[in-house]
């Protein structure tokens, strides 16, 4: 999930700074949810965020969306700094941080290969499509089919 976190911010880093780089490539990154948050998860941060900074809720990820290798679900299990606990700032400023993405995809200035597997069940590859589809040109858009969200660790996928 973390690799998601930082590929919006990648993104928005080069919509809002137009770095002078010679390329990105983004997997997975989240421009929107692959489900719909809890309303008052998205509520209560947008509504109170700016108050309550030690606002926190849960945000479990089901590890079997991970990847089809049970190994990286073990390790993700395992890891020590791993929790399931999200501020309501930082849910929001992702959450609001890939729509304005999308918003701006139009002006998206850097070469970028851009890769979703479709069947990621946390961040949603039918935006990464459309912010493909938005960006023109500019963009090579990559579907992984069946794919689920970090399928470059997938064994089957390094065949």
Request: a positive charge; proline letters at 6%.
């Amino acid at each position: 999930m973390v690799t998601a976190w930082v590929e919006i911010k990648v993104l928005n880093f080069c919509l809002r700074r137009k770095p002078d780089v010679v390329g990105v490539i983004a997997t997975g990154p989240w421009l929107k949810l692959a489900f719909n948050p809890p309303a008052l998860q998205g509520d209560i941060g947008k509504n109170h965020q700016p108050h309550c900074t030690k606002l926190y809720s849960e945000f479990s990820v089901d590890t079997s969306a991970l990847s089809h290798d049970q190994k990286v679900a073990d390790a993700y299990n395992t890891d020590p700094l791993v929790h399931s606990k999200i501020s309501a700032k930082l849910f929001v400023g992702m959450y609001e941080s890939g729509l304005w993405a999308l918003d701006h995809a139009d002006e998206f200035s850097v070469p970028l290969l851009l890769m979703h597997g479709t069947a990621d069940r946390i961040t949603s590859s039918e935006a990464g499509a459309e912010f493909a589809k938005r960006a023109g040109k500019i963009v090579t858009w990559r579907p992984w089919t069946a794919s689920i969200m970090k399928f470059i660790m997938n064994p089957k996928r390094r065949k």
